[in-house]
């Protein structure tokens, strides 16, 4: 798994609107980039809608989202409209993005991971953890302590 510190690996893959995205279109802003494992089940829409829900506070804080699955274009597009994600959700059929980012589970899906990446493109944080809520309740403290001047302290 890509580590703190390391470099987040560059991608392009089509979206939910079927349009290529590239992650360094978002060089120079923090970005939270999530895995999840398959949409349409309650843990990732849980974990989706909550990304959606909050994604006027997360923007202001200047940090983008992004979420990735191994579903198809088709999929993400449903499920970007029943979360109201209006952020992008990646379609990685092949797999290459979960590899590089060495997230992919024994069963062809990505484990649920979220990646904290600085303005610079590096990893500064990983959360792990098949529950989705602390992946959101850590976006969150990120932001808000960020916000308030004081540096985020770290998980574990």
Same mark, same amino acid.
């Given at each position: ?6 470099? &987040? ?9 079927? &349009?290529?995205?590239? !992650? ?6 923090? *970005? ?12 990732? /829409? $849980?974990? /989706? ?13 200047? *940090?983008? *989202? ?5 579903? +198809? ?12 994600? +209006?952020?992008? $959700? ?15 589970? !024994? @069963? %062809?899906?990505?484990?649920?991971? +979220?990646?904290? @990446? ?5 990893? #500064?944080?990983?959360?792990? %953890?098949? $529950?989705?809520?602390?992946? @959101?309740?850590?976006? !969150? ?6 916000? #308030? %001047? +004081?540096?985020?302290?770290? *998980?574990?």
């Amino acid at each position: 798994m890509i580590a703190v510190g390391e470099e &987040a690996p560059a991608f392009t893959a089509p979206a939910q609107s079927g &349009a290529p995205f590239s !992650l360094a279109s978002l060089r120079g802003r923090p *970005v939270v980039l999530y895995f999840f494992p398959k949409a349409n089940t309650s843990g990732c /829409t $849980l974990e /989706t809608r909550g990304f959606a829900d909050h994604y006027a506070e997360i923007r202001a804080a200047g *940090v983008e *989202v992004v979420g990735v699955s191994v579903d +198809t274009v088709e999929t993400q597009k449903g499920f970007a409209e029943k979360c109201g994600a +209006t952020f992008p $959700l990646v379609a990685d059929r092949d797999r290459a993005i979960a590899r590089q980012y060495g997230v992919l589970g !024994l @069963l %062809g899906v990505a484990k649920r991971v +979220t990646f904290f @990446l600085g303005a610079d493109g590096r990893v #500064a944080e990983v959360v792990e %953890g098949m $529950l989705p809520k602390p992946h @959101l309740a850590r976006t !969150l403290e990120r932001i808000r302590t960020a916000a #308030a %001047g +004081t540096p985020p302290a770290p *998980v574990g």
